[in-house]
């Protein structure tokens, strides 16, 4: 019996060997555990004892193996920046996928566990800050209810990384429904055959979708379920203010969670051509375009998919494009959907595209807080009782919004819906708290720097409950002082 309730099985390495190579970790020098995620661990089903006993150290820095585990780096290629590369796992490496006690299914990665035969002249490694960043933003979408792969611990290594500058290495452990990309199909389709490709969307459908209707091609069904999960996705994505920053290919998963935590950030003023990463040099992946991107990728998707759409081409390309087509439907609705809720309208009127399009143009117009906005909306709906409190932000105060205020509170009026009902559903709705970026960057340079990880559990403690409202949850929602403001965030490889 696994004294520490790892339950691995390995689907994915039943696969034609074209899309991984058995590799193990490469063991560090002083793997110390800083992170340790306990409540995931509960819901793996693992002993809460990994992260306290050295094993759970050994364990997380790939310095031990665990029981039953069976290391492999997965290949898969993508277009990164639009240009495609063919890539693979250059510095993760999958244990295996556990089945928690519910029969659940997750992936168990490394990520910066070492040279794997896909690094091509990466060092296989992975520094702190980056390692942190994506544990806390992981943790925050989860909690935020949006997809997403997500963190259970972080190991530092003892030894040093090198990129601009020396910096501190660590070990990430990812927890994945699947780590299956659109690049996975890419690199399929470049490097196999459609008996390859097909054996992958057989793969992806009884993974991730096994209720899939046997009368219609499996390809097919796969595109569809692709095309109305990432639509939903982003759609969530935009209702907080997320920006992903690398919305590579490789970075689009099939399971239809959010992947790879590198220059994300969430706004602060709302800007729709809003953009953080560093690398993102002309605006490609800015907030406004991630629906637009999202499609470009569905397209390379069912691109990797026509040899198994159809036996002539050209009915395989007209059934692809006839299912892309519905992207912008599905995505349009998902997100009306969600900005209704965020300005306390349960039911549906042709009126409300322009009703909220016509905020966001009055918020981008005065640089208004887009999370502060939105969660302050709900102190002016009519009879509640505390609608005085809206009164007080600038932007409330002003001839854009007043004008644009009496419409909403018309449309109010059609809810015919009490005021506390309409409050609960805002509040539900807009979060009190996100990941500010210079509150993460804060708790990032106090780990790397002082050791000291008390900053990232206070902040993670209210990211937990980014809905609730307490005295430290107001202190997390103050935007940034001008000194504070984050511009630029980093990919960490």
Not at 47 to 76: D, R, T, V
Not at 200 to 228: C, G, S, V, W
Request: aromatic fraction near 10%; glycine fraction near 6%; hydrophobic fraction near 40%.
């Amino acid at each position: 019996m696994n004294p520490f309730g790892w339950n691995f099985e390995h689907t994915f390495s039943e696969l034609p060997p074209l899309f991984f190579s058995e590799v193990k970790p490469t063991p560090v020098r002083e793997p110390k555990l800083v992170v340790f995620n306990a409540p995931l661990a509960q819901e793996l089903g693992l002993n809460p004892q990994l992260g306290s006993s050295p094993e759970g150290a050994f364990y997380f820095a790939g310095n031990a193996i665990p029981e039953g585990a069976k290391p492999l780096a997965q290949a898969y290629a993508g277009h990164q920046f639009g240009n495609f590369t063919q890539l693979g796992d250059g510095r993760a490496i999958l244990l295996g996928e556990h089945i928690t006690p519910k029969k659940l299914r997750f992936d168990i990665q490394l990520k910066g566990s070492g040279r794997t035969p896909y690094s091509r002249r990466g060092d296989g490694r992975a520094a702190l800050g980056p390692m942190l960043r994506e544990y806390l933003i992981s943790e925050a979408m989860h909690a935020l209810g949006i997809p997403t792969t997500r963190s259970l611990a972080v190991v530092t290594t003892g030894e040093s990384v090198q990129r601009e500058r020396a910096l501190r290495g660590a070990i990430l452990t990812r927890v994945a429904q699947s780590h299956v990309r659109v690049g996975t199909f890419e690199w399929a389709a470049a490097r196999g055959d459609a008996a390859d490709i097909a054996a992958l969307a057989l793969y992806t459908l009884e993974r991730h979708f096994p209720d899939y209707p046997e009368n219609q091609p499996p390809a097919l069904t796969l595109l569809k379920r692709a095309i109305e999960q990432q639509a939903k996705l982003v759609a969530q994505w935009m209702q907080v203010g997320f920006i992903h920053g690398v919305m590579n290919t490789d970075n689009m998963a099939l399971s239809g969670e959010t992947i790879d935590y590198g220059p994300c950030a969430f706004m602060d003023t709302y800007h729709p051509n809003a953009v953080f990463s560093s690398i993102d040099e002309q605006g490609r992946y800015a907030f406004a375009n991630q629906a637009r991107i999202a499609l470009w990728n569905l397209e390379r998707l069912a691109e990797t998919l026509i040899p198994i759409l159809d036996e002539e081409d050209d009915t395989a390309v007209k059934v692809a494009e006839d299912a892309l087509d519905g992207f912008a439907e599905s995505f349009n609705s998902y997100w009306l959907a969600g900005m209704r809720k965020k300005m306390g309208l349960a039911k549906a009127d042709v009126s409300d595209q322009a009703l909220v399009t016509d905020l966001l143009k009055a918020m981008h117009k005065a640089n208004a807080d887009y999370t502060n906005t939105f969660r302050r909306l709900s102190a002016l709906v009519p009879e509640a009782p505390h609608a005085a409190q809206g009164s007080g932000d600038e932007f409330f105060t002003s001839a854009e919004f007043q004008s644009w205020s009496v419409r909403w509170k018309k449309r109010l009026e059609q809810e015919n819906a009490p005021a506390q009902k309409t409050i609960e559903l805002m509040n539900s709705s807009n979060p009190t708290v996100i990941p500010r970026n210079h509150r993460v960057e804060a708790a990032l340079k106090a780990a790397e720097e002082n050791d000291d990880f008390s900053v990232m559990e206070r902040l993670l403690s209210v990211l937990r409950t980014p809905f609730s409202e307490s005295a430290e949850h107001t202190v997390f929602a103050a935007p940034p002082e001008p000194h504070e403001r984050v511009t630029a965030t980093f990919c960490g490889t």
